[in-house]
Nanobody, 122 residues
Framework: QVQLVESGGGLVQAGGSLRLSCAAS????????MGWFRQAPGKEREFVAS????????YYSDSVKGRFIISRDNAKNTVYLHMNSLKPEDTAIYYC???????????????WGQGTQVTVSS
């Protein structure tokens, strides 16, 4: 079982940037595809981006494509989300989780962490 701790959120003005980190425990991190998801107030949690176990095949939701970049460092058991050109509609709690590629690049599995809050002011 992989345990996840997200960090790096904060308050930023529209057009700004943030880098989120997700530190995973366990020796099997490099075996899992990983993804970022977010939940805005009053909305369901939605997929943001995913990346294969080796760090290739990044996949993005249409709403963040071209602005966000997902990456991972398997030596550090960490996955990152580089967020650029932030918009107020990006405001949400951001979570990472393992992704079940057999069901598709947007399907999470495993336990959720506490997430990290991102707030974008206009």
């Amino acid at each position: 079982q992989v345990q996840l701790v997200e960090s790096g959120g904060g308050l930023v003005q529209a057009g700004g940037s943030l880098r989120l980190s997700c530190a995973a425990s366990g020796r099997t991190f490099s075996s899992y595809a990983m993804g970022w998801f977010r939940q805005a107030p009053g909305k369901e949690r939605e997929f943001v981006a995913s990346i294969s176990p080796s760090g290739g095949s990044p996949y993005y939701s249409d709403s963040v494509k071209g602005r966000f970049i997902i990456s991972r460092d398997n030596a550090k058991n960490t996955v990152y989300l580089h967020m650029n050109s932030l918009k107020p509609e990006d405001t949400a709690i951001y979570y990472c989780n393992a992704v079940d590629y057999e069901l598709g690049p947007t399907t999470p599995f495993g336990s959720w962490g506490q997430g990290t809050q991102v707030t974008v002011s206009s």
